[in-house]
């Protein structure tokens, strides 16, 4: 019996989806069943996985569920690897896996200040990457890219200043053409 099809029979839980992608398996399962699913792939003697990889999020703003959850698990006793899924919408949180994996600290706080997604019953949610006055989460694909602050150094107060973004370049349409692509057609077809 492949890990696959014991997954499917023995874990007893609500799976939405479970198949084979980039030849590991992946499991798309709802929110209310995370930790469930994490437990059951961590202590079952058949899988075993015990490393906590990976976790990150992506987004897609066109969906109900805005936010897909990504946990990346490895098996090293049966060397192995797994995908778990989860999509939530902007107001759901997640619940933190602290308590099973340690390693998730970190990289729960980094969902929650890169895309603002919330952690329940974490020991310690605060920005780590960006300052903490910082307005908004850069990895939502609505932040605008020049931000809404920038940042410099004034010599005469000796301290860091954030200033509200003034673009020194308007907008402008790039064609991406080369100039020189009608001149060497023409020459071309004059030779010809």
């Not at 990976?54 to 006793?77: G, H, M, N």
């Not at 064609?175 to 692509?181: A, C, E, L, T, V």
Request: hydrophobic fraction near 35%; proline fraction near 5%; charge should be negative.
């Amino acid at each position: 019996m492949s890990s696959l099809e014991y997954i499917k029979e023995f874990s007893n839980i609500d799976i939405i989806s479970i198949d084979y992608n980039f030849e590991e398996i992946e499991i798309q399962i709802s929110i209310d069943n995370l930790v469930q699913m994490v437990l059951f792939l961590k202590d079952d003697p058949n899988c075993m996985f015990e490393q906590l990889s990976d976790l990150t999020a992506i987004d897609y703003p066109e969906r109900k569920k805005r936010f897909s959850i990504v946990y990346q698990f490895l098996s090293v006793k049966h060397n192995n690897r797994i995908r778990v899924l989860c999509s939530i919408s902007e107001n759901e949180t997640v619940p933190s896996l602290a308590k099973i994996f340690p390693s998730s600290i970190w990289a729960e706080r980094e969902i929650w200040d890169m895309f603002g997604i919330f952690v329940d019953d974490h020991p310690d949610l605060r920005r780590l990457l960006t300052d903490y006055g910082f307005q908004g989460h850069p990895l939502r694909k609505d932040f605008p890219l020049t931000g809404h602050v920038e940042v410099n150094y004034d010599n005469n107060s000796r301290r860091v200043q954030y200033n509200p973004v003034s673009l020194v370049q308007d907008f402008r349409q790039f064609d991406f053409s080369s100039p020189w692509g009608d001149n060497i057609d023409n020459e071309t077809d004059k030779n010809n």
